[in-house]
């Protein structure tokens, strides 16, 4: 008999095929949003303000495989490096199963559909807006990408204007 259980809940995170550990991002986009951490509290503050490289209504990156090269500062996010960051949104598939949580409903391994992230307003999908438009950071904080998403479709975000969840 085999196992059918799917592969996130039987392989390790750093067992995972590329292609495995590539499908556990739900595209959400939250990942690719600035974020302000402050030199003296070492605060962490979310903003509304994503890379020049997502496309804000899709939340793909418009260049993945040209994106460290345009974007010297982008994260590759490998599971060594999940226990060195902690800006990661709560409801992000590899923080869920490092910290021993399974996938939610929506995501798209759970649901077969990749739509099913934005129908649940998990996504930053016409939320955001591009550094190249935005202006200073600082005029751009907001609290919804580090909360867990709302759990009804196309739930609007709660705008909070201060500095952001604490650092565990």
């Known amino acids: 008999m085999t196992d059918e259980r799917p592969f996130w809940k039987t392989t390790a995170l750093a067992d995972m095929s590329r292609a495995e550990w590539e499908s556990l991002c739900d595209g959400c986009g939250r990942c ?8 003296e509290t070492d605060e962490l503050a979310w903003t ?53 949580h399974d996938l939610p409903d929506w995501h798209p391994l759970v649901s077969g559909d990749p739509r099913s992230v934005h129908d649940a307003g998990a996504s930053v999908r016409d939320r955001v807006i591009s550094e ?8 751009h904080v907001v609290g919804w990408p580090g909360a867990w998403p709302a759990a009804r479709p196309h739930a609007q975000p709660t705008v909070r204007r201060h500095r952001g969840p604490r650092r565990a």
């Open 48 to 100: 509304d303000v994503s890379c020049r490289l997502l496309d804000t209504h899709s939340c793909q990156c418009s260049d993945y495989a040209g994106r460290f090269r345009k974007v010297p500062d982008c994260v590759a996010l490998t599971p060594d490096l999940l226990d060195e960051i902690d800006w990661l949104p709560p409801s992000c598939a590899y923080r869920l199963l490092k910290e021993g």
């Open 32 to 39: 690719c949003l600035h974020k302000l951490r402050d030199d």
């Open 132 to 139: 190249r438009r935005a202006g200073p950071l600082e005029d």
